[in-house]
Nanobody
Framework: QVQLVESGGGLVQAGGSLRLSCAASGRTFSSYTRGWFRQAPGKEREFVAAIRWGDGRTYYGDSVKGRFTISRDNAKNTVYLQMNSLKPEDTAVYYC?????????????????WGQGTQVTVSS
């Protein structure tokens, strides 16, 4: 099993920034992918970003490209999501996810492990 714990959510004004963290513990994989999804009330869970742990290649959803940056700290087994130029439509619960494969996917069903979620609220 992999345990994922998110932190860093909160309330911010439009145009502001937040950084989310996701620390992993438990089972390790020879290659795997870490990602971020978000879910707003009444909407489907949406892919935000992913990083392939082995080579650090990153992937982003269209709605966050150019504003969000995913990164990793190998020593801490932690992934970060730096969110800049936040908009009210970014308001959601943000979930950290992991899958035991280096093949990056952008669908919810492709991830085996999930954190508990952290709320991000952007006021206008």
């Amino acid at each position: 099993q992999v345990q994922l714990v998110e932190s860093g959510g909160g309330l911010v004004q439009a145009g502001g920034s937040l950084r989310l963290s996701c620390a992993a513990s438990g089972r390790t994989f020879s290659s795997y992918t870490r990602g971020w999804f978000r879910q707003a009330p009444g909407k489907e869970r949406e892919f935000v970003a992913a990083i392939r742990w082995g080579d650090g290649r990153t992937y982003y959803g269209d709605s966050v490209k150019g504003r969000f940056t995913i990164s990793r700290d190998n020593a801490k087994n932690t992934v970060y999501l730096q969110m800049n130029s936040l908009k009210p439509e970014d308001t959601a619960v943000y979930y950290c996810a992991a899958r035991g494969s280096g093949t990056v996917v952008t669908v919810r069903g492709g991830y085996d492990y999930w954190g508990q979620g952290t709320q991000v609220t952007v006021s206008s």
